[in-house]
């Protein structure tokens, strides 16, 4: 479509002093992309079980979310309405078109009014799964898809993530494997959601003065609730 | 935007009255190297990650041309389009048509340097379409007709009062009495506004801190969320990027971002790291129509395995400003470009010439600050003299300098000459200034002594003193 593409890449070949690569000089970039591998890792995330809970939660809190564990799905509606009533916050929610949030049994908390689907405008407490946990800085990994539209992460001013400790990964790493094996079935390379957002803490901004203030464009706060699959 | 990198020294002298500059120079100073220095020492393999992040660095450097056609293969498999553009020109034409083609009035953008560096907004405006900023920083000079004085945190130069102030001249429609009067204040405003912005721009442009070659992706940084709104809204995304930021796999860019907010800001990780690969998909209800990356070389590939080849390792964390003696003295916009403290120094010959940038590799002590915290391992103090090696070589050094640069190399190359000559000027300059202890003028150093006093010798050189001592030894 443009020149520009034979001439960039005319230029770079001129300054390494050599022609497109060969073969047999691709063989060693190629085989980089195609068996992907971890370059060196923190030993932080590297633990496992109820530590990499716990780590998970420590990282989480640093930076301003609040994190609940609960025993069941069916306990986290209660969570949630106590929380909603806590910040004082409205108790409508918009919850992903989620299977796994369809599971939990809002209708026991008789103050929550739970719509599934994606955001519209005037939401303002948005309820999401989570693809994982990263223990290492207390981060989450979502995906967009049917399930998880990506708009409904930013737009309401309170983001409420369920996830359950089986989907705690210790590190970066752990969690582009299981992103990789989530998506295994397409064509090769093609594991990759349309976006994936990686997640720590609520939205923030220290522009005026170096002042932090929390809920800059994105959520003001978010809560995690994590769901106990592993027993204790 | 227009260089003023001609007139550095007036630049500086007028930064160094500004008041409200030297407040926030100091906050800056007290702020981002001590969180920096405290995530650092939390993290035992800081030193080999950045280790690790140079090496995948050279890799990208050593096989550029391979990794971006890869990255270009899995955009366009995705449904999105690469533009490869030479130069600043090639890449606000190719822009500006997406929008024209788009039908777009209002383009939301998040922060890109690229962006600054071709002057996007600039074009867009002249072609009657209105680019809004939506980092808070951004946002607040993009209204007062500022450019960034800092790569992470654009409006660092500006007090509250500053903000204010721009906000009630700019912000039309709003009680004139309503209460400004806490940082709070500003941001609910400004978050307010941006919101409408971001649901009714027709096209979202991004920067992209890396592009994934794997997996055709972008991957965007941002604190506040901006970049996330400004993709996902708007029916087209547009990302701004140039060639060095191609990186190989998902688990290389990990590594980079490992180091990328630590060095930036202190922060463990940056809160939204988004990796945004395509267009809307069968079955997605939001995401943009239309994924297009304008890839942007301005000079890149030239540099490559050149005497600023190590530059293009750079990932805009903006630590090499945070610890910059010079930077933090009079700020960024003195540098009179886009790039401002040591990598400013060192990009802007480059980009906008040696005749026009000449002063900066020149303002700078070459304490060696700037290497010592690079992420990258960039040594931005031999760079610097490289430019210089050039600048006189090609004779763009003032006729005073060169002689006395020239006079200077005859000594050194004659040691016993340089004793003798050195010995005589202290002696000379002990026994006048001994009284008074220093200088207040010096012939010849006006410039030097126009703001300090010359401490006068004791009346030996260093050399001189050392041989007697080593001499007094057993």
């Known amino acids: ?232 | 935007m227009e260089s003023t990198s001609r007139t550095f020294e007036d630049n500086a002298r007028k930064a160094l009255i500004d008041a409200d500059l030297r407040r926030a120079l100091t906050k800056l100073g007290h702020g981002f190297p001590v969180k920096r220095r405290m995530a650092v020492e939390r993290l035992p393999e800081f030193e080999g990650l950045r280790d690790a992040a140079r090496a995948i660095k050279e890799d990208v450097l050593e096989n550029l041309d391979f990794y971006l056609e890869r990255f270009e293969e899995r955009v366009v498999e995705q449904g999105g389009q690469v533009h490869w553009c030479v130069d600043a020109a090639e890449a606000n034409q190719a822009v500006l048509a997406i929008c024209q083609e788009a039908g777009a009035r209002t383009v939301t953008k998040s922060k890109s340097m690229i962006g600054e560096e071709i002057a996007i907004n600039e074009h867009l405006e002249a072609n009657g379409i209105t680019p809004v900023e939506t980092d808070l920083g951004e946002y607040i000079i993009q209204l007062r007709g500022e450019p960034p004085s800092h790569i992470i945190a654009p409006a660092i130069h500006l007090s509250m009062d500053q903000v204010t102030e721009t906000f009630r001249q700019c912000h039309d429609g709003l009680a004139a009495d309503r209460e400004l009067s806490e940082p709070r204040d500003l941001l609910e405003e400004a978050r307010a506004i941006l919101r409408q912005k971001f649901l009714a721009a027709d096209v979202g442009i991004t920067g992209a801190n890396m592009l994934i070659a794997e997996t055709g992706s972008v991957a965007v940084v941002t604190n506040e969320g901006n970049a996330d709104l400004t993709m996902t809204l708007p029916r087209v995304h547009v990302v701004i990027a140039s060639l060095e930021k191609v990186v190989p796999t998902l688990e290389d860019a990990t590594t980079i971002l490992r180091v990328l907010a630590r060095s930036a800001t202190g922060q463990e990780t940056s809160v939204y790291t988004t990796f945004a690969s395509g267009p809307r998909r069968p079955g997605d209800s939001d995401g943009p129509e239309e994924f297009h990356v304008v890839l942007l070389d301005n000079g890149r590939g030239a540099m490559l395995g050149g005497d600023f080849h190590d530059v293009l390792r750079c990932i805009r964390c903006g630590a090499c400003l945070n610890h910059c003696p010079v930077y933090g003295t009079i700020g960024g916009h003195a540098y009179g470009w886009v790039y401002s403290g040591p990598i400013g120094a060192v990009l802007s010959p480059g980009l906008i010439g040696l005749e026009e940038a000449g002063h900066l590799p020149n303002a700078s002590t070459l304490c060696g600050k700037c290497e010592e915290v690079c992420p990258m391992r960039i040594p931005l103090p031999k760079m610097l003299r490289h430019w210089r090696t050039r600048q006189f070589d090609r004779d763009l050094v003032p006729p005073a300098s060169r002689a006395a640069l020239k006079g200077w190399a005859f000594l050194a190359k004659r040691p016993a000459l340089y004793r003798a000559a050195t010995g005589l000027a202290m002696r000379l300059l002990g026994a006048l200034g001994r009284r008074r202890g220093a200088f207040r003028r010096m012939p010849l150093a006006g410039g030097w002594t126009a703001a300090r006093d010359l401490p006068a010798p004791e009346g030996a050189t260093f050399m001189a003193q050392w041989s007697r001592r080593k001499g007094a030894r057993p």
Do not use: C
């Open chain 1, 1 to 232: 479509m443009t020149t520009g593409r034979e001439t960039i890449l005319g230029n770079i070949r001129k300054s390494l002093n050599r022609g497109p690569l060969s073969a047999e000089r691709a063989a060693g970039p190629e085989h980089r992309l195609k068996a992907a591998k971890p370059n060196l890792v923190p030993a932080r995330g590297a633990v496992e079980g109820a530590e990499r809970v716990a780590l998970f939660i420590a990282e989480a809190e640093k930076v301003d979310t609040t994190v609940s564990r609960v025993a069941a799905a069916a306990e986290v509606p209660g969570v949630v309405a106590a929380y909603l009533a806590a910040h004082d916050l409205p108790t409508a929610l918009k919850a992903a078109p989620d299977p796994a949030l369809a599971d939990i049994p809002w209708s026991r908390q008789s103050t929550l009014a739970v719509r599934q689907g994606g955001p519209e405008g005037g939401d303002e407490v948005g309820v999401t799964g989570a693809l994982a946990g990263i223990a290492e800085t207390g981060t989450l990994m979502l995906v967009s898809g049917p399930h998880s539209p990506t708009t409904l992460n930013f737009l309401p001013d309170t983001h409420i993530a369920v996830l359950t400790t089986g989907a705690i990964d210790g590190t970066y790493e752990e969690a582009w494997a299981r992103l990789r094996a989530a998506g295994s079935e397409g064509p090769e390379g093609a594991f990759m959601p349309r976006t994936v957002n990686l997640i720590t803490g609520p939205s923030r901004t220290a522009d005026i003065e170096q002042t932090l203030l929390l809920g800059a464009h994105g959520p003001r706060r978010l809560l995690i609730v994590i769901i106990d699959d592993q027993g204790p």
